[in-house]
């Protein structure tokens, strides 16, 4: 079955950038989505087809995907971006999910 | 606006079947364009995707619960349905549904979700 690998843990200082990476088997020729999760929270659609924003949210969330690696950029980071993130593909007629990372914003 | 709500029992017996309902509001469950979903997370766990279905009654299951999972649509109330058989401890999960958009048929990304409900087994 297909995996999406996550880094458990990212801290990031406030005002700085933020990488989160998702890897996967040839994941670039995928489409990438990731979501966050606040705690206590639903989780929210934040990037879809890799690099894309819902309206209203915003542009310092970033998204690439190549190789084998998506990355959720997040740019001066706030400490309201404190929280779980997920990524997401579908391989194989199954929706796949990463492990998520905690972001730590300290 | 689209909200989507789960309902069902909070507690379920072991071996039982654990039964839930999404009852969609604000937009029609009828639309070529989404799928609906169920994706659980147990607690202080990551997200499991448990199955989508289209408004036609077509199906996509996680092969890892396939088993044992029916997703089902009832366009006429606005609803889907999840039915989890034979539950152990480890079904015990906020259970969320939620709306996929499709991008290229069958794969799609969920961009409305409901508040989520917890259940709990109990033996």
């Known amino acids: 079955s297909y995996e999406l690998t996550q880094p458990p843990s990212v801290s990031v200082s406030p005002g700085q950038t933020a990488n989160i990476t998702c890897s996967g088997d040839k994941l670039g020729h995928k489409y990438a989505s990731w979501y966050q999760q606040r705690p206590g929270q639903s989780p929210i659609l934040v990037i879809y087809?890799?690099?894309k924003r819902p309206s209203g949210l915003p542009d310092r969330f970033s998204g690439s995907n190549s190789g084998n690696t998506a990355t959720l950029t997040i740019s001066g980071t706030q400490p309201t971006d404190e929280a779980d993130y997920y990524c997401?593909?579908?391989?194989?007629?199954?929706?796949?999910f990463g492990g998520g990372t905690k972001l730590t914003v300290l | 606006q689209l909200q989507l709500q789960e309902s069902g029992p909070g507690l379920v017996k072991s071996s039982e079947t654990l039964s839930l309902t999404c009852t969609v509001s604000g937009g029609s469950i009828i639309s070529s364009s989404y799928y609906w979903g169920w994706i659980r997370q147990p607690p202080g766990k990551g997200l499991e995707w448990i199955a989508n279905?289209?408004?036609?009654?077509?199906?996509y299951y996680n092969p890892s619960l396939k088993s044992r999972v029916t997703i089902s649509v009832a366009t006429s109330r606005n609803q889907f349905s999840l039915r989890v058989t034979s539950v152990t401890a480890a079904d015990s999960a906020v259970y969320y549904c939620a709306r996929c958009l499709i991008v290229e048929v069958p794969s799609c990304y969920f961009d409305n979700w409901g508040q989520g409900t917890l259940v709990t087994v109990s033996s």
């Open positions: 997401q593909a579908w391989d194989s007629n199954t929706e796949v």
């Open positions: 087809q890799d690099k």
């Open positions: 279905v289209y408004y036609s009654g077509n199906t």
